[in-house]
């Protein structure tokens, strides 16, 4: 899988590391300094997915981070005003608080269904 240089990464045995170049000829174009306990760094290079130039066992990822948010559920009510639904719809927004997420009203006809708490990785 590629790195994503735009974000923060790491080794995959969970050190702490940074980015410090992408545009190194040859085959391992990355260089990542890579900090040790006592908050020393040395350099590792790597390809485009991470995979360091030297056996150690110091590939590079991407820091996975779990977000969470809020999304407002709800279907429109048929011309009839009855409680039947032609389909389910979300609110189009992902907010931050269950209160905000509440306020989200589709349209005047809608039946609210649900608040759900939402986790994805980003």
């Not at 260089?31 to 590939?59: M, Q, T, Y």
């Not at 719809?89 to 608040?115: G, M, N, P, Q, R």
Request: some cysteine; hydrophobic content about 45%.
């Amino acid at each position: 899988m590629l790195l994503n240089l735009a974000k923060p990464v790491q080794t995959v045995s969970g050190h702490k590391a940074r980015i410090i170049s992408t545009d190194i000829s040859g085959d391992f174009p990355i260089a990542v300094a890579v900090c040790e306990s006592d908050g020393r760094e040395f350099v590792v290079l790597c390809d485009e997915n991470g995979i360091a130039a030297n056996p150690s066992g110091l590939n590079i990822r991407n820091i996975i981070t779990k977000k969470t948010g809020w999304i407002h559920l709800w279907a429109p009510i048929d011309c009839f005003g009855t409680k039947e639904t032609k389909m389910v719809a979300l609110c189009s927004d992902v907010y931050e608080t269950k209160e905000a997420a509440e306020k989200c009203v589709a349209f005047t006809t809608s039946l609210d269904i649900a608040t759900l708490k939402i986790e994805w990785e980003a």
